[in-house]
Protein backbone atom coordinates (compact mmCIF):
# COMPACT_ATOMS: atom_id res chain seq x y z
CA UNK A 1 0.00 0.00 0.00
CA UNK A 2 1.30 3.54 -1.11
CA UNK A 3 1.73 6.18 2.02
CA UNK A 4 -1.41 8.24 0.10
CA UNK A 5 -3.68 5.55 -0.49
CA UNK A 6 -6.27 5.60 2.07
CA UNK A 7 -6.54 2.36 4.65
CA UNK A 8 -9.67 0.45 4.44
CA UNK A 9 -10.07 1.51 8.12
CA UNK A 10 -9.30 4.79 7.40
CA UNK A 11 -11.52 4.94 4.29
CA UNK A 12 -14.59 3.58 6.89
CA UNK A 13 -13.69 5.82 9.54
CA UNK A 14 -13.87 8.85 6.62
CA UNK A 15 -17.20 7.90 5.12
CA UNK A 16 -19.02 7.86 8.50
CA UNK A 17 -18.35 11.67 9.07
CA UNK A 18 -17.81 13.33 5.68
CA UNK A 19 -20.20 15.15 3.76
CA UNK A 20 -22.16 13.28 0.80
CA UNK A 21 -19.96 13.13 -2.75
CA UNK A 22 -20.51 16.32 -4.10
CA UNK A 23 -21.58 18.30 -1.01
CA UNK A 24 -19.43 19.77 1.86
CA UNK A 25 -16.36 21.72 1.75
CA UNK A 26 -12.83 20.07 0.14
CA UNK A 27 -10.27 19.08 2.94
CA UNK A 28 -6.75 18.99 2.12
CA UNK A 29 -3.62 16.97 2.79
CA UNK A 30 -1.43 19.78 4.78
CA UNK A 31 1.32 18.05 3.51
CA UNK A 32 0.34 17.12 0.07
CA UNK A 33 -2.61 19.36 -0.77
CA UNK A 34 -4.59 16.54 -2.09
CA UNK A 35 -7.54 16.28 -1.19
CA UNK A 36 -8.84 14.09 1.83
CA UNK A 37 -12.21 14.49 1.98
CA UNK A 38 -15.61 16.73 2.17
CA UNK A 39 -15.88 18.38 5.41
CA UNK A 40 -19.86 19.00 6.09
CA UNK A 41 -20.74 22.76 6.23
CA UNK A 42 -23.38 22.49 8.82
CA UNK A 43 -25.44 25.81 9.30
CA UNK A 44 -26.88 27.65 12.80
CA UNK A 45 -30.00 25.95 12.17
CA UNK A 46 -27.75 22.39 12.82
CA UNK A 47 -26.02 23.60 15.63
CA UNK A 48 -29.52 24.85 17.61
CA UNK A 49 -30.52 21.70 17.01
CA UNK A 50 -27.52 19.94 18.61
CA UNK A 51 -27.33 21.81 21.48
CA UNK A 52 -31.59 21.34 22.21
CA UNK A 53 -30.61 17.22 21.48
CA UNK A 54 -27.47 17.68 24.07
CA UNK A 55 -30.01 19.65 26.54
CA UNK A 56 -32.39 16.72 26.19
CA UNK A 57 -29.84 14.52 26.94
CA UNK A 58 -27.94 15.82 30.27
CA UNK A 59 -30.31 15.11 32.87
CA UNK A 60 -30.07 11.35 31.94
CA UNK A 61 -26.59 11.36 32.04
CA UNK A 62 -26.02 13.15 34.99
CA UNK A 63 -28.28 10.33 36.53
CA UNK A 64 -25.88 7.50 35.75
CA UNK A 65 -23.95 8.92 37.99
CA UNK A 66 -20.24 9.11 38.42
CA UNK A 67 -19.56 5.23 38.07
CA UNK A 68 -21.09 4.59 35.36
CA UNK A 69 -19.90 7.53 33.39
CA UNK A 70 -16.63 6.94 34.60
CA UNK A 71 -17.00 3.39 32.99
CA UNK A 72 -18.31 4.72 29.92
CA UNK A 73 -15.53 7.05 29.46
CA UNK A 74 -12.60 4.00 29.72
CA UNK A 75 -15.01 2.26 26.82
CA UNK A 76 -14.53 5.15 24.91
CA UNK A 77 -10.81 5.06 25.30
CA UNK A 78 -10.83 1.49 24.78
CA UNK A 79 -12.56 2.28 21.56
CA UNK A 80 -10.08 5.21 20.46
CA UNK A 81 -7.32 2.78 21.07
CA UNK A 82 -8.98 -0.13 18.48
CA UNK A 83 -8.62 2.72 15.50
CA UNK A 84 -5.58 4.63 16.62
CA UNK A 85 -4.08 3.98 13.49
CA UNK A 86 -6.42 4.97 11.59
CA UNK A 87 -7.33 7.77 13.44
CA UNK A 88 -3.98 9.07 13.66
CA UNK A 89 -3.35 8.60 9.80
CA UNK A 90 -6.12 10.26 9.38
CA UNK A 91 -5.08 13.24 11.46
CA UNK A 92 -1.42 12.70 10.33
CA UNK A 93 -3.42 14.06 6.49
CA UNK A 94 -5.00 16.62 7.85
CA UNK A 95 -3.24 18.87 10.27
CA UNK A 96 0.16 17.91 8.54
CA UNK A 97 2.03 16.24 11.84
CA UNK A 98 3.89 13.15 11.42
CA UNK A 99 2.86 9.66 11.89
CA UNK A 100 6.04 9.43 14.57
CA UNK A 101 7.94 11.20 17.17
CA UNK A 102 5.49 13.59 19.74
CA UNK A 103 2.90 14.14 17.02
CA UNK A 104 -0.40 11.95 15.60
CA UNK A 105 0.53 8.11 17.15
CA UNK A 106 1.54 10.57 20.54
CA UNK A 107 -1.39 12.14 19.96
CA UNK A 108 -4.15 9.55 20.02
CA UNK A 109 -1.98 8.22 23.05
CA UNK A 110 -2.61 10.70 24.78
CA UNK A 111 -6.19 11.00 24.35
CA UNK A 112 -7.00 7.31 25.12
CA UNK A 113 -5.04 8.19 28.23
CA UNK A 114 -6.53 11.32 29.22
CA UNK A 115 -9.67 9.55 29.02
CA UNK A 116 -8.70 6.76 31.41
CA UNK A 117 -7.43 9.42 34.08
CA UNK A 118 -10.14 11.33 34.01
CA UNK A 119 -12.64 8.72 34.81
CA UNK A 120 -10.01 7.37 37.57
CA UNK A 121 -10.00 11.25 39.01
CA UNK A 122 -12.37 11.67 42.01
CA UNK A 123 -13.79 14.96 43.24
CA UNK A 124 -15.30 14.13 46.50
CA UNK A 125 -17.35 16.65 48.72
CA UNK A 126 -15.51 18.75 50.91
CA UNK A 127 -16.82 19.09 54.98
CA UNK A 128 -16.50 23.56 55.32
CA UNK A 129 -17.72 23.54 58.90
CA UNK A 130 -18.56 20.40 61.31
CA UNK A 131 -18.69 22.25 64.68
CA UNK A 132 -21.66 20.82 66.40
CA UNK A 133 -24.01 23.79 65.39
CA UNK A 134 -23.31 23.76 62.09
CA UNK A 135 -22.60 21.42 59.12
CA UNK A 136 -22.08 22.37 55.68
CA UNK A 137 -20.51 20.78 52.56
CA UNK A 138 -19.32 21.74 49.80
CA UNK A 139 -20.98 19.68 46.61
CA UNK A 140 -19.66 19.67 42.58
CA UNK A 141 -22.74 19.10 40.22
CA UNK A 142 -23.03 19.17 36.53
CA UNK A 143 -23.54 22.77 34.67
CA UNK A 144 -25.66 21.36 31.77
CA UNK A 145 -24.50 21.80 28.34
CA UNK A 146 -20.40 22.48 27.43
CA UNK A 147 -19.94 24.23 23.99
CA UNK A 148 -15.95 23.02 23.18
CA UNK A 149 -14.66 25.13 20.87
CA UNK A 150 -10.92 24.03 19.74
CA UNK A 151 -7.94 24.92 17.40
CA UNK A 152 -6.66 23.16 14.42
CA UNK A 153 -2.80 22.49 15.82
CA UNK A 154 -3.51 19.51 18.41
CA UNK A 155 -7.24 19.15 17.29
CA UNK A 156 -7.86 15.90 18.64
CA UNK A 157 -6.24 15.89 22.41
CA UNK A 158 -7.60 19.24 22.65
CA UNK A 159 -10.70 18.24 22.29
CA UNK A 160 -10.75 15.15 24.55
CA UNK A 161 -9.13 17.71 27.25
CA UNK A 162 -12.63 19.53 26.91
CA UNK A 163 -14.90 16.60 26.51
CA UNK A 164 -13.46 14.39 29.08
CA UNK A 165 -13.91 16.37 32.45
CA UNK A 166 -16.95 17.81 30.43
CA UNK A 167 -18.80 14.11 30.52
CA UNK A 168 -17.41 12.98 33.55
CA UNK A 169 -18.91 15.42 36.14
CA UNK A 170 -22.43 14.71 34.31
CA UNK A 171 -22.14 17.26 31.43
CA UNK A 172 -23.38 17.15 27.95
CA UNK A 173 -21.05 18.10 25.28
CA UNK A 174 -21.02 20.01 21.74
CA UNK A 175 -17.82 20.70 19.95
CA UNK A 176 -17.05 22.57 16.78
CA UNK A 177 -13.99 21.83 15.78
CA UNK A 178 -11.27 23.74 13.92
CA UNK A 179 -12.17 24.41 10.14
CA UNK A 180 -9.31 23.22 9.24
CA UNK A 181 -9.57 20.06 11.01
CA UNK A 182 -12.66 19.04 11.41
CA UNK A 183 -12.92 15.55 9.90
CA UNK A 184 -10.23 13.50 12.07
CA UNK A 185 -11.78 15.83 15.03
CA UNK A 186 -15.54 14.19 14.13
CA UNK A 187 -14.04 10.64 13.35
CA UNK A 188 -12.68 10.74 16.79
CA UNK A 189 -16.14 11.70 17.90
CA UNK A 190 -17.89 9.14 16.25
CA UNK A 191 -15.63 6.22 17.49
CA UNK A 192 -16.70 7.79 21.25
CA UNK A 193 -20.38 7.28 20.38
CA UNK A 194 -19.93 3.47 19.21
CA UNK A 195 -20.11 3.02 22.96
CA UNK A 196 -21.17 6.48 24.93
CA UNK A 197 -25.56 7.16 24.66
CA UNK A 198 -27.34 8.94 22.01
CA UNK A 199 -26.90 12.48 22.06
CA UNK A 200 -24.37 12.99 25.45
CA UNK A 201 -21.80 13.77 22.91
CA UNK A 202 -22.38 15.76 19.92
CA UNK A 203 -19.70 17.04 16.91
CA UNK A 204 -20.53 19.91 14.77
CA UNK A 205 -18.60 21.00 11.89
CA UNK A 206 -19.28 24.54 11.30
CA UNK A 207 -17.10 27.87 10.65
CA UNK A 208 -16.12 30.90 12.56
CA UNK A 209 -20.43 32.22 12.51
CA UNK A 210 -21.20 28.37 13.90
CA UNK A 211 -18.21 28.92 16.85
CA UNK A 212 -19.63 32.17 17.60
CA UNK A 213 -23.56 30.99 17.87
CA UNK A 214 -22.31 28.26 20.30
CA UNK A 215 -20.75 30.58 22.60
CA UNK A 216 -23.16 32.76 22.71
CA UNK A 217 -26.25 30.47 22.37
CA UNK A 218 -28.61 30.69 25.98
CA UNK A 219 -28.87 26.88 26.26
CA UNK A 220 -25.37 26.52 26.61
CA UNK A 221 -23.71 26.87 29.91
CA UNK A 222 -20.17 26.65 29.85
CA UNK A 223 -17.55 27.54 27.32
CA UNK A 224 -14.23 25.13 27.06
CA UNK A 225 -12.10 27.27 24.45
CA UNK A 226 -9.14 27.19 23.35
CA UNK A 227 -7.66 29.21 20.30
CA UNK A 228 -6.26 32.81 19.75
CA UNK A 229 -6.47 35.35 22.18
CA UNK A 230 -8.71 37.72 19.84
CA UNK A 231 -11.13 34.68 19.29
CA UNK A 232 -11.22 34.54 23.29
CA UNK A 233 -11.76 38.18 23.71
CA UNK A 234 -14.78 38.00 21.38
CA UNK A 235 -15.96 34.87 23.62
CA UNK A 236 -15.96 36.87 26.69
CA UNK A 237 -18.12 39.41 25.26
CA UNK A 238 -20.80 36.50 24.36
CA UNK A 239 -20.75 35.54 27.67
CA UNK A 240 -22.23 38.39 28.59
CA UNK A 241 -25.36 37.63 26.98
CA UNK A 242 -25.49 34.01 28.30
CA UNK A 243 -23.23 33.56 31.60
CA UNK A 244 -21.85 30.83 30.06
CA UNK A 245 -18.94 29.86 32.49
CA UNK A 246 -16.25 29.67 30.85
CA UNK A 247 -12.52 28.35 30.51
CA UNK A 248 -10.27 29.55 28.10
CA UNK A 249 -6.99 28.66 26.87
CA UNK A 250 -5.38 31.55 24.53
CA UNK A 251 -2.15 32.02 23.08
CA UNK A 252 1.45 32.29 24.37
CA UNK A 253 5.00 33.19 23.84
CA UNK A 254 6.63 30.64 26.35
CA UNK A 255 10.01 32.26 26.96
CA UNK A 256 12.77 30.18 28.07
CA UNK A 257 16.01 30.99 29.94
CA UNK A 258 19.24 29.33 29.83
CA UNK A 259 21.26 30.29 33.34
CA UNK A 260 24.80 30.06 33.22
CA UNK A 261 27.00 26.83 34.04
CA UNK A 262 24.52 24.99 31.70
CA UNK A 263 25.85 22.08 29.42
CA UNK A 264 24.51 23.21 26.02
CA UNK A 265 24.81 19.53 24.70
CA UNK A 266 22.96 18.23 27.95
CA UNK A 267 20.03 20.19 26.96
CA UNK A 268 19.71 20.59 23.62
CA UNK A 269 17.50 17.83 22.75
CA UNK A 270 15.15 18.72 25.22
CA UNK A 271 15.26 22.27 24.38
CA UNK A 272 14.88 21.34 20.17
CA UNK A 273 11.70 19.65 21.04
CA UNK A 274 10.59 22.31 23.67
CA UNK A 275 10.50 24.93 20.84
CA UNK A 276 9.51 22.56 17.87
CA UNK A 277 6.96 19.84 18.81
CA UNK A 278 4.55 19.59 16.47
CA UNK A 279 6.76 21.59 14.10
CA UNK A 280 6.60 24.76 16.84
CA UNK A 281 2.85 24.89 16.47
CA UNK A 282 1.75 24.21 19.77
CA UNK A 283 0.17 26.47 22.42
CA UNK A 284 2.94 26.05 25.06
CA UNK A 285 5.83 25.79 22.88
CA UNK A 286 9.19 27.77 24.08
CA UNK A 287 8.14 30.78 21.06
CA UNK A 288 11.67 33.16 22.78
CA UNK A 289 14.81 31.48 24.23
CA UNK A 290 17.06 33.75 26.89
CA UNK A 291 20.82 32.35 26.68
CA UNK A 292 23.57 33.72 28.94
CA UNK A 293 26.68 35.05 26.92
CA UNK A 294 29.11 32.90 28.60
CA UNK A 295 27.33 30.24 26.76
CA UNK A 296 25.43 31.45 24.15
CA UNK A 297 27.13 30.47 20.93
CA UNK A 298 27.46 26.40 22.43
CA UNK A 299 23.74 27.01 22.79
CA UNK A 300 23.22 28.19 19.38
CA UNK A 301 25.52 25.41 18.13
CA UNK A 302 24.10 22.39 19.91
CA UNK A 303 20.67 23.44 19.25
CA UNK A 304 21.60 23.39 15.41
CA UNK A 305 23.29 20.36 15.54
CA UNK A 306 19.93 18.92 16.63
CA UNK A 307 17.84 20.63 14.15
CA UNK A 308 19.90 19.11 11.03
CA UNK A 309 19.64 15.51 12.30
CA UNK A 310 15.74 16.05 12.58
CA UNK A 311 13.97 14.92 9.40
CA UNK A 312 11.01 16.90 8.11
CA UNK A 313 8.54 15.86 5.91
CA UNK A 314 5.13 14.25 4.58
CA UNK A 315 3.68 12.91 7.89
CA UNK A 316 3.00 9.39 6.55
CA UNK A 317 6.47 8.46 5.30
CA UNK A 318 7.51 6.56 8.58
CA UNK A 319 11.25 8.48 9.01
CA UNK A 320 9.66 12.08 9.37
CA UNK A 321 9.34 13.48 12.78
CA UNK A 322 8.64 17.19 11.35
CA UNK A 323 5.83 18.24 9.11
CA UNK A 324 4.48 21.19 7.29
CA UNK A 325 2.67 23.92 9.06
CA UNK A 326 -0.58 23.34 8.77
CA UNK A 327 -2.29 25.90 6.49
CA UNK A 328 -1.49 29.12 4.26
CA UNK A 329 -2.45 31.83 6.75
CA UNK A 330 0.09 30.50 9.58
CA UNK A 331 2.29 29.61 6.83
CA UNK A 332 2.84 33.42 5.63
CA UNK A 333 2.95 34.89 9.29
CA UNK A 334 6.22 32.45 9.53
CA UNK A 335 7.49 33.87 6.67
CA UNK A 336 6.56 37.13 7.27
CA UNK A 337 8.20 37.34 11.12
CA UNK A 338 11.59 35.53 9.65
CA UNK A 339 11.66 37.95 6.76
CA UNK A 340 11.13 41.07 9.07
CA UNK A 341 13.95 39.73 11.72
CA UNK A 342 16.54 39.01 8.90
CA UNK A 343 15.83 42.74 7.82
CA UNK A 344 16.37 44.21 10.97
CA UNK A 345 19.79 42.13 11.23
CA UNK A 346 19.36 39.21 12.94
CA UNK A 347 21.35 35.99 12.00
CA UNK A 348 20.00 32.73 10.59
CA UNK A 349 21.59 30.06 11.69
CA UNK A 350 19.61 27.58 9.95
CA UNK A 351 16.31 27.66 7.71
CA UNK A 352 15.06 30.99 7.03
CA UNK A 353 13.46 30.59 4.01
CA UNK A 354 10.37 28.31 2.80
CA UNK A 355 11.14 24.41 1.48
CA UNK A 356 9.54 24.52 -1.75
CA UNK A 357 11.27 21.34 -2.33
CA UNK A 358 9.50 19.31 0.80
CA UNK A 359 5.66 20.78 -0.62
CA UNK A 360 3.63 24.33 -0.55
CA UNK A 361 3.56 24.66 2.98
CA UNK A 362 7.00 23.45 4.39
CA UNK A 363 9.27 25.80 6.18
CA UNK A 364 11.95 24.22 7.98
CA UNK A 365 13.56 24.38 11.61
CA UNK A 366 14.72 28.14 11.68
CA UNK A 367 16.88 29.02 14.41
CA UNK A 368 17.32 33.26 14.92
CA UNK A 369 20.20 34.77 16.63
CA UNK A 370 21.16 37.80 17.39
CA UNK A 371 17.61 38.45 17.72
CA UNK A 372 16.54 41.02 20.30
CA UNK A 373 12.86 42.44 22.18
CA UNK A 374 11.39 44.37 20.07
CA UNK A 375 11.63 42.60 16.89
CA UNK A 376 8.44 40.80 15.82
CA UNK A 377 9.74 37.21 15.80
CA UNK A 378 10.29 37.71 19.55
CA UNK A 379 7.20 39.68 20.70
CA UNK A 380 4.71 37.95 18.32
CA UNK A 381 3.78 34.42 18.66
CA UNK A 382 5.52 32.47 15.64
CA UNK A 383 3.45 29.46 16.26
CA UNK A 384 5.51 27.75 13.95
CA UNK A 385 8.89 26.04 13.31
CA UNK A 386 11.08 29.49 14.10
CA UNK A 387 12.67 29.86 17.53
CA UNK A 388 14.64 33.65 17.94
CA UNK A 389 17.73 33.58 20.80
CA UNK A 390 18.46 36.62 22.63
CA UNK A 391 21.86 36.53 24.27
CA UNK A 392 21.85 38.20 28.05
CA UNK A 393 24.37 38.97 30.72
CA UNK A 394 22.32 39.75 33.91
CA UNK A 395 19.96 37.03 34.39
CA UNK A 396 17.52 40.39 36.15
CA UNK A 397 17.21 41.31 32.42
CA UNK A 398 16.12 37.86 31.62
CA UNK A 399 13.39 37.67 33.70
CA UNK A 400 12.33 41.08 32.61
CA UNK A 401 12.39 40.23 29.13
CA UNK A 402 10.38 37.16 30.20
CA UNK A 403 7.69 39.15 31.90
CA UNK A 404 7.61 42.03 29.38
CA UNK A 405 4.95 40.62 26.96
CA UNK A 406 1.04 40.58 27.71
CA UNK A 407 0.68 36.77 27.36
CA UNK A 408 1.66 34.17 30.15
CA UNK A 409 0.98 30.14 29.31
CA UNK A 410 4.18 28.80 29.90
CA UNK A 411 7.71 29.18 30.65
CA UNK A 412 11.04 27.49 31.30
CA UNK A 413 14.40 27.82 33.05
CA UNK A 414 17.22 25.88 32.60
CA UNK A 415 20.54 25.22 35.27
CA UNK A 416 22.49 23.00 36.75
CA UNK A 417 21.54 24.05 40.20
CA UNK A 418 17.57 23.38 40.47
CA UNK A 419 17.12 25.37 43.69
CA UNK A 420 18.45 28.46 41.75
CA UNK A 421 16.35 27.76 38.92
CA UNK A 422 13.18 27.17 40.39
CA UNK A 423 14.20 30.61 42.55
CA UNK A 424 13.90 32.40 39.10
CA UNK A 425 10.57 30.62 38.16
CA UNK A 426 9.03 31.84 40.65
CA UNK A 427 9.04 35.12 39.38
CA UNK A 428 8.10 33.99 35.51
CA UNK A 429 4.13 35.29 35.06
CA UNK A 430 3.14 31.84 33.21
CA UNK A 431 0.40 29.82 34.48
CA UNK A 432 3.41 27.21 34.06
CA UNK A 433 7.21 26.85 34.71
CA UNK A 434 9.32 24.05 33.57
CA UNK A 435 12.32 23.28 34.81
CA UNK A 436 15.06 22.04 32.64
CA UNK A 437 12.27 21.08 30.09
CA UNK A 438 9.55 22.84 28.16
CA UNK A 439 5.67 22.03 27.64
CA UNK A 440 5.15 18.73 29.21
CA UNK A 441 1.68 18.24 30.54
CA UNK A 442 0.26 15.76 32.53
CA UNK A 443 -3.54 14.45 33.14
CA UNK A 444 -3.06 14.96 37.03
CA UNK A 445 -1.10 18.31 36.82
CA UNK A 446 -3.69 21.63 36.46
CA UNK A 447 -2.76 23.30 33.25
CA UNK A 448 -3.74 27.30 32.42
CA UNK A 449 -2.41 30.69 31.44
CA UNK A 450 -2.30 34.09 33.38
CA UNK A 451 -2.80 37.53 31.39
CA UNK A 452 -3.68 37.29 27.88
CA UNK A 453 -3.52 33.55 27.74
CA UNK A 454 -6.42 33.18 29.44
CA UNK A 455 -8.41 32.14 32.69
CA UNK A 456 -9.53 28.78 34.18
CA UNK A 457 -7.73 25.27 34.73
CA UNK A 458 -7.59 21.97 33.11
CA UNK A 459 -6.70 18.62 34.11
CA UNK A 460 -6.58 16.79 37.13
CA UNK A 461 -9.26 17.69 40.15
CA UNK A 462 -9.03 21.60 39.24
CA UNK A 463 -10.14 20.61 35.83
CA UNK A 464 -13.18 18.21 37.11
CA UNK A 465 -14.33 21.88 39.39
CA UNK A 466 -14.13 23.62 36.04
CA UNK A 467 -16.73 21.74 34.79
CA UNK A 468 -19.03 21.77 37.72
CA UNK A 469 -21.27 24.09 39.85
CA UNK A 470 -20.40 23.97 43.62
CA UNK A 471 -23.10 23.35 45.56
CA UNK A 472 -23.50 24.22 49.59
CA UNK A 473 -25.67 21.81 51.58
CA UNK A 474 -26.02 23.97 55.32
CA UNK A 475 -27.32 21.60 57.74
P1 LIG B 1 -8.79 30.67 16.46
O1 LIG B 1 -9.11 31.50 17.66
O2 LIG B 1 -8.70 31.31 15.14
O3 LIG B 1 -9.88 29.50 16.29
C1 LIG B 1 -10.18 28.59 17.34
C2 LIG B 1 -11.63 28.12 17.19
O4 LIG B 1 -12.52 29.21 17.45
C3 LIG B 1 -11.99 27.60 15.81
O5 LIG B 1 -12.76 26.42 15.98
C4 LIG B 1 -12.82 28.73 15.22
O6 LIG B 1 -13.77 28.30 14.28
C5 LIG B 1 -13.52 29.25 16.44
N1 LIG B 1 -14.02 30.62 16.34
C6 LIG B 1 -13.61 31.60 15.52
N2 LIG B 1 -14.26 32.75 15.77
C7 LIG B 1 -15.10 32.49 16.79
C8 LIG B 1 -16.02 33.29 17.55
N3 LIG B 1 -16.22 34.59 17.28
N4 LIG B 1 -16.67 32.70 18.56
C9 LIG B 1 -16.47 31.41 18.86
N5 LIG B 1 -15.62 30.60 18.18
C10 LIG B 1 -14.94 31.15 17.16
O7 LIG B 1 -7.45 29.91 16.83
P2 LIG B 1 -6.59 28.90 15.91
O8 LIG B 1 -5.90 29.71 14.88
O9 LIG B 1 -7.40 27.73 15.50
O10 LIG B 1 -5.53 28.35 16.95
C11 LIG B 1 -4.28 28.93 17.16
C12 LIG B 1 -4.24 29.69 18.45
O11 LIG B 1 -4.69 28.85 19.52
C13 LIG B 1 -2.85 30.13 18.85
O12 LIG B 1 -2.88 31.45 19.35
C14 LIG B 1 -2.49 29.20 19.98
O13 LIG B 1 -1.54 29.68 20.87
C15 LIG B 1 -3.80 28.94 20.61
N6 LIG B 1 -3.78 27.68 21.34
C16 LIG B 1 -3.82 27.71 22.71
C17 LIG B 1 -3.76 26.53 23.42
C18 LIG B 1 -3.80 26.54 24.92
O14 LIG B 1 -3.98 25.50 25.52
N7 LIG B 1 -3.62 27.67 25.57
C19 LIG B 1 -3.68 25.33 22.75
C20 LIG B 1 -3.64 25.33 21.35
C21 LIG B 1 -3.70 26.52 20.66
Redesign the pocket.
Known sequence: MSEAALSPDEAALLDRVQAPEGQGREILDAATREVIGRAPVQTVADLDDAIARAKAAQPGWEALGHQKRSDLLLQAADAIDARAEALARLLSREQGKPLNGPNARFELGACSAWLRATAATVLEPEVLVDDGETHAELHYKAIGVVGA??????PLM?AI?QIAPSLRMGNTVVV?????TPLSVLAMISVMNEVLPPDVLIGVS???????????HPDVDK?M????????R??IE?SAGNLARLT?????NDAGIVLPGTDPKAIAQDLFWGAFINTG????ALKRLYVHDSIYDDVVDALKEVAEQTPMGVGLSEDNVLGPLQNT??FDIVNRLVDDAKARGARIVTGGAPAPELGELFYPITLIADATDGMAVVDE?Q?GPVLPIVKYSDVEDAIASANRLDVG?GGSVWGPDRDEARKVAARIQSGTVWINSHGGVHPMIP???VKG??YGL?FGVEGLKSVAVPQIING
Open positions: IGPWNWIWKPSEYGDREVGARLAAVFTGSTATGKISLELGGQTCAQQEFLFGGSGE
